[in-house]
Nanobody, 124 residues
Framework: QVQLVESGGGLVQPGGSLRLSCAASGFTSDYYCIGWFRQAPGKEREGVSVISSSDGSTYVADSVMGRFTISRDNAKKTVYLQMNALKPEDTAIYYC?????????????????WGQGTLVSVSS
């Protein structure tokens, strides 16, 4: 069973930075998409950025392009989201999600493994 555990959320001022981590375990395939989604109060969950386990290719939402960077450490089976130049509208619960058996990663796959989420609050 795939397990995803997020960490690294917190309160930060506008313009600040945070790094989220997602520790993954239980994958039975070398091919999967894994990454970050977020849900702000009163809004639906949306994709932020995902990465392919096979070749490291990434897919990034327009709203965070140039500010957020996804990366992976295969040895540690951990995925990171470096968030810079944070804005109040980035405030949300950030979830790590994964779907097995895919190599071309975007937000449209039926991600079916989820972590518990970590809260990111951007406020002065």
């Amino acid at each position: 069973q795939v397990q995803l555990v997020e960490s690294g959320g917190g309160l930060v001022q506008p313009g600040g930075s945070l790094r989220l981590s997602c520790a993954a375990s239980g994958f039975t395939s070398d091919y999967y998409c894994i990454g970050w989604f977020r849900q702000a109060p009163g809004k639906e969950r949306e994709g932020v950025s995902v990465i392919s386990s096979s070749d490291g290719s990434t897919y990034v939402a327009d709203s965070v392009m140039g500010r957020f960077t996804i990366s992976r450490d295969n040895a540690k089976k951990t995925v990171y989201l470096q968030m810079n130049a944070l804005k109040p509208e980035d405030t949300a619960i950030y979830y790590c999600g994964a779907v097995v058996g895919q190599t071309m990663c975007d937000f449209d796959w039926a991600y079916n493994f989820w972590g518990q989420g970590t809260l990111v609050s951007v406020s002065s």
